[in-house]
């Protein structure tokens, strides 16, 4: 029974989501709607539950999924979910400058990373992805630093 409901909430919900996501451009106005959004490309993003949405603050662009790790004492690896809205977005990474990955995927393929805001990113156009990469080192640190919003080391 319970299974019955919610199979049709989810059929009642459906509709609504595909209309927020597609929002109603008159014809008329569809050649504008390009220009309206210039350098808006984050009104695609989530916003924040406690924020007004109305600031690019307000709004997260690449979200973060689950971080796993497992280490030993030289050597360490990592997964994680990302999912990027709009435009490219900087994802941060874990470790830092003494802690630095090897060997960085996104879906399978290589990519690069740079030190950006003194930690170590890689860039990313919208999609969902699945970083992998792993350190090396001569002792397990006690900690790896991750700086970021949200979810991103916790």
């Not at 802690?99 to 879906?107: D, G, R």
């Not at 990113?121 to 001569?138: E, I, K, N, T």
Request: charged residues 20%.
């Amino acid at each position: 029974m319970f299974a019955l409901f919610r199979l049709a909430l989810i059929a009642l919900l459906l509709p609504a989501t595909a209309v927020a996501n597609d929002p109603y451009v008159p014809e008329d106005l569809q050649d504008w709607q390009r220009w309206v959004l210039h350098d808006k490309e984050y009104r695609a993003c989530p916003f924040l539950f406690d924020r007004g949405a109305t600031e690019r603050d307000d709004y997260v662009c690449a979200w973060p999924g689950k971080l796993e790790l497992a280490v030993n004492a030289s050597t360490g690896e990592f997964t994680q979910a990302w999912s990027v809205y709009a435009k490219e977005q900087w994802v941060r990474l874990p470790g830092n400058i003494n802690y630095w990955q090897h060997q960085v995927t996104a879906n399978g393929r290589g990519v690069a990373v740079v030190l950006r805001d003194n930690t170590p990113s890689v860039l990313l156009p919208p999609g969902d992805y699945r970083l992998a990469g792993s350190f090396a080192w001569d002792e397990r640190p006690g900690t790896l630093a991750c700086r970021g919003r949200p979810g991103c080391c916790r």
